[in-house]
């Protein structure tokens, strides 16, 4: 058996592909907080239980309704995302002018309670989603095994990222959501319903964190806690790459994800703090991220 | 107001049941350290409860395996609080507003994972056990009226240090800090280290309120390091009026008793509880109980 560094290739490409998969959530939802920051100035801190929620929607779907694995990803991040407009609308527009923090605050109390709830009806033990039938098995890639699922999330999520940054970078909404965060006063003279695209940018977010939550229910268990151990991860990935640019975003999600993965193999009792320490270190280097801008 | 806060320490042992007094001044102190740190520096803290825990299973060690005297348990558990915040707060300091509640948030976590790798800590049974000895080698705090005078001092001992801090020249410039910051730095004043002074204060006295709560329950667990408990004196805070001098005693009065009464008759719904009140009072009274009270009274309300 080949070896590298002393570890077989097996694990150590076995594990790559976790964190090639771990990344790709990091970035996906590190990229809806930083989109719903960009406007809303809110610190989304449901945004985890987002995640869940679309995580949860999809496997209530599978064994309560018989909707496929496919129509849950379509589905579940609509649901999701509605539910962000019943939110912003009625919740997060009150706060309007207030300090950013009470967003934060707000956002926290929101996600208590989605917990709470999933953790009242399904406990805390974990539901397990069946992978599709169209991707089970995998292929021999020579080097390594590439369960098909796995390799699905990986190009599902880093699509939908690069829909996300053409969507903001070339097109013309992206081009008045840009002009919006920068001056929203001035984008509302233009004529442009400012109010709307709040609404609309905030349950796209949401809408993305349920998308993330359905891709990852046949990898991880279902489990309503999935969402806040996960999104505390995400505000280190956050501040160590700044929210400053969508290409950032993407690329410090997927490089810590594979970070993480190497110190899993190489020294594992490191591998669940690694990003805090990368991130301390950040700090101390770069305050304002890797690819932030000095407020 | 001291007087009466004492006065009502004094008699309450009588009335109510010691032990729920005792959580309660624990985490009234708390959330009182906190409150200085979001009330009046303006800086929001998600990480507390990694100072909380730190202390607590510090003065466990202490007390149990080494078998020092709870002052000493005590005061090595803040010691090491008030290093660590010394740590995270030249860290967190860095990045302001909403960064900084991530930050610490984050440095929280770090601390959860260590707590939970670390073989002193017991994991996830905890460190049970931790004898309550004997203060100063005479006064045996099993005894639980005992134990609660003893709480009742090191918290009034730490309200009053927030009181006098608070009302201190050093208290002002905190609160110019958060009025305006550029303003205060254009006035000469080095913001960083009136922060970062603040920040060592508040886990200082975290770090006292988690090591007497680890001699009065003689459990420290990894509940104390989860974010839960973070969030939990941030809501005690937020309920009971920032910036006010008595609101986070009152709010962690209010959550102490609610999860009391309810924890047997509504079991785990008590989470969607707690973030239902989140949410009232984000949208209803930011103010909260004491600084709307305050609010009501036209002659105050420049007062305070």
């Not at chain 1, 591998?271 to 950040?282: P, R």
């Not at chain 2, 601390?111 to 017991?122: D, E, H, K, R």
């Not at chain 2, 102490?256 to 973030?275: F, P, Y």
């Amino acid at each position: 058996m080949t070896s590298i560094f002393g570890k077989p290739a097996p694990l150590l490409f076995g594990q790559l592909l976790l964190g090639l998969i771990n990344g790709s959530f990091y970035a996906v939802l590190s990229l809806g907080l930083a989109v719903i920051f960009g406007l809303l100035n809110v610190i989304n801190f449901a945004h985890g239980a987002q995640y869940m929620i679309g995580a949860f929607l999809a496997w209530i779907g599978l064994t309560a309704f018989g909707v496929s694995y496919w129509e849950a990803l379509v589905l579940a991040p609509l649901l999701v995302g509605l539910l962000g407009v019943l939110i912003e609308r009625y919740l997060l527009r009150r706060l309007q002018g207030l300090d950013p923090l009470y967003g934060l605050l707000l956002t926290f109390g929101l996600a208590l309670v989605a917990e709470g709830v999933f953790r009242n009806f399904y406990g805390i033990s974990g539901q397990s989603y069946e992978v599709p039938e169209q991707l089970r098995g995998g292929v021999n890639l020579g080097f390594m095994f590439l369960p098909l699922y796995r390799g699905w999330v990986i190009v599902a999520a880093l699509s939908m990222c690069g829909v996300v940054w053409y969507a903001i970078e070339r097109t013309r909404l992206g081009a008045t959501l840009r002009a919006a965060t920068q001056r929203p006063d001035l984008v509302q003279a233009l004529g442009i319903n400012v109010p709307l695209l709040v609404t609309v940018t905030y349950a796209a977010g949401a809408a993305l964190a349920g998308f993330a939550g359905v891709l990852a229910a046949p990898i991880f268990q279902v489990n309503p806690l999935m969402g806040s151990n996960l999104i505390i991860v995400v505000f280190a990935v956050v501040v160590i790459g700044g929210m400053g640019s969508i290409g950032g975003s993407i690329l410090t999600g997927v490089g810590l994800g594979l970070v993480e993965a190497l110190t899993k193999v190489y020294y594992s009792e490191a591998s669940s703090v690694v990003i805090f320490l990368i991130m301390a270190l950040v700090l101390l280097v770069r305050p304002a991220g890797l690819f932030g801008r000095q407020a | 107001m001291f007087a009466a806060l004492a006065t009502a320490g004094l008699v309450a042992p009588f009335l109510i049941y010691p032990t729920f007094l005792m959580k309660l001044l624990c985490f009234a102190l708390f959330a009182a350290a906190f409150n200085l740190l979001l009330g009046f520096a303006g800086l929001l803290s998600f990480g507390h409860a990694a100072f909380f825990a730190v202390s607590a299973y510090v003065c466990g060690y202490l007390c149990k395996t080494l078998g020092a005297t709870p002052e000493l348990g005590i005061l090595g558990g803040t010691a090491v609080a008030a290093l660590l915040g010394l740590l995270f707060g030249s860290l967190a300091i860095r990045r302001s507003g909403i960064y900084f509640a991530m930050i610490t948030l984050a440095l929280a976590q770090l601390v959860y994972f260590l707590c939970v790798q670390f073989p002193f800590t017991g994991g996830e049974d905890g460190m049970q056990g931790i004898p309550r000895g004997r203060l100063f080698g005479l006064l045996d705090l099993s005894d639980n009226l005992t134990m609660y005078f003893f709480v009742l001092v090191v918290f009034l001992g730490g309200f009053w240090l927030i009181h006098r801090t608070i009302h201190s020249p050093f208290g002002q410039v905190l609160k110019a800090i958060r009025e305006n910051e550029q303003r205060a730095i254009s006035l000469g004043y080095a913001v960083e280290r009136y922060k970062l002074l603040a920040f060592v204060l508040s886990a200082t006295l975290t770090g006292l309120a988690g090591a007497t709560k680890a001699i009065v329950f003689q459990l420290a667990s990894l509940t104390d390091a989860h974010w839960h408990t973070s969030g939990q004196a941030v809501l005690m805070t937020l309920l009971g009026g920032m910036g006010t001098v008595l609101g986070p005693v009152l709010g962690a009065g209010i959550i102490v008793g609610l999860e009391t009464q309810l924890a047997d008759r509504v079991g785990s719904w008590v989470t969607v509880i707690m973030g239902a009140i989140f949410v009232v009072c984000v949208l209803l009274f930011r103010r909260g109980v004491v600084g709307e009270l305050a609010a009501l009274n036209p002659l105050r309300r420049h007062g305070d």
